[in-house]
Structures are given as C-alpha cells and as structure tokens.
C-alpha cells in the first residue's frame, strides 16, 4: 500500500499515522481479526498488540468512513431498502440497509425492531441526508409503505422480493465479519463497525466484474490516493 511516509505524528501516538492508517485499511478490506493484523504488521518489523489494533479501528475507522461519505458523488435516486436480522447476546437485531442502483451504501441503522416505527426511522434519516427518491425497492415488508409514502409521497415504491437481490446480497460481507467477530458483542459496537466497514470496503471492492482489468487498476490506484489524502487528514 502505497502513502506518504513523511506525515507529521499524531500526538500520543507511538506509531506514524501511516501505520495507523494501513492496519485500518487491512482490517476493513480484508476478511481479517486484530489478531491477524498484528501478524502482519510484525512481519513487516512493528511490534504492537491486537488490543492497540482494535484501538485504532474503533477510533480512526469512523474518520475514513466520514471522509469516504463527504467525497462521493451524489447517489442515485433509486433505492434499494431491506433489513436482516443480526443476533446480539442472544437477541434479535435487525441491520437496516440502503443502497443506490449503483451500489454505493447509502446508509445502515442497526435496531431491535422489525416494526413501520423502526422503518419510519431509517427512512427518515435517509430523506434528511440525500432528499426524496425517484424509486424505492424493497421487500414485502408492510412496514415500508406509511413512510415511504409520508415522507416521499411522489416515490415509486415497488415491493418485490426478487427485485431487491442487489441488496440483499450486499449482506454477505457483513455475514462473513460476524463469523470473524464471534457475533457481535453489543449494539453500539454492531452500528459502530458497520458505519465504518462498509464505505471503506466499498471503495477498495469496486464492482470488478463490469470493468476491464486496466480499468480495475485504475480504480484500485484511486482508491488508494483517496487513502493517502485521508491519513493527512487524520486527527487525534
């Protein structure tokens, strides 16, 4: 991964922001635990505990997440919305998650209802960010429609199962870091590593299948100047 080794020091930080910002990038683009950062890091000569990985995740991860979010294009106006159940200590979660007809993750919430009151909220904080949509897709949840229908009134909402596969198969990364995680451990840490996990991964997993491989390369070395400007940006 290529970044500036020239960057000033955070303050109270042993390690060069540089080191911060490449354990926050294996860990969220890779399919990786603290653990098997700190293995790798060491391979390369830095020396530091799973536990000072877990800190720089939990607290820089939200800074490239923001930073990703305040540099993309406007999304699309068609919305994919669906909602997966997420066990937490032995109770049911539910994930809330909108996407655009381009892939980009509009937003996740995570809540312990499956109810139009939970639905209402989602939809809400969308419309607050990105204004009214075009298209709303979703399941045949029932929920959806007094909101959509409230808040986006001139919305063409289409409910329909096989329309919404896009999405729902934009729950599988998170499906394969709950099997890392060992589930997760709280609420506040399920919306927290989600709102990080899935801008960050997005940026660095473009949809490879629709571009050439000069293409690919293309977005890849992209996605990496975006880092480099991001790890400047870092703050304590």
Not at 90 to 119: C, F
Not at 195 to 200: C, G, K, L, R, V
Request: proline letters at 5%.
């Amino acid at each position: 991964m290529r970044i500036p080794t020239s960057l000033p020091r955070l303050k109270g930080f042993r390690y060069p922001r540089e080191i911060i910002a490449c354990a926050v990038w294996a860990y969220h683009r890779f399919a990786l635990s603290t653990a098997d950062v700190e293995d790798l890091l060491a391979e390369r000569g830095v020396i530091v505990s799973r536990e000072a990985v877990r800190l720089w995740v939990n607290r820089f991860g939200r800074h490239f997440a923001n930073c990703i979010r305040r540099d993309r294009p406007r999304p699309n106006d068609k919305w994919h919305l669906d909602e997966v159940v997420v066990p937490i200590r032995g109770k049911k979660h539910w994930l809330w998650r909108a996407m655009d007809a381009n892939g980009e993750v509009l937003d996740i919430l995570v809540q312990t209802r499956r109810s139009g009151k939970a639905a209402k909220r989602f939809f809400k904080r969308l419309v607050v960010q990105f204004g009214a949509p075009r298209v709303v897709i979703t399941d045949k949840l029932r929920s959806y429609i007094k909101p959509i229908k409230t808040l986006a009134p001139d919305a063409d909402h289409r409910a329909h199962k096989r329309l919404n596969n896009a999405i729902e198969g934009a729950h599988r990364p998170t499906r394969k870091r709950e099997k890392i995680l060992g589930r997760f451990k709280s609420h506040r840490q399920a919306q927290r590593f989600l709102t990080a996990h899935d801008p960050i991964n997005l940026i660095f997993r473009p949809r490879r299948y629709r571009l050439t491989a000069t293409s690919y390369r293309h977005a890849r070395h992209d996605a990496f100047s975006l880092w480099a400007d991001y790890t400047a940006e870092m703050v304590t």
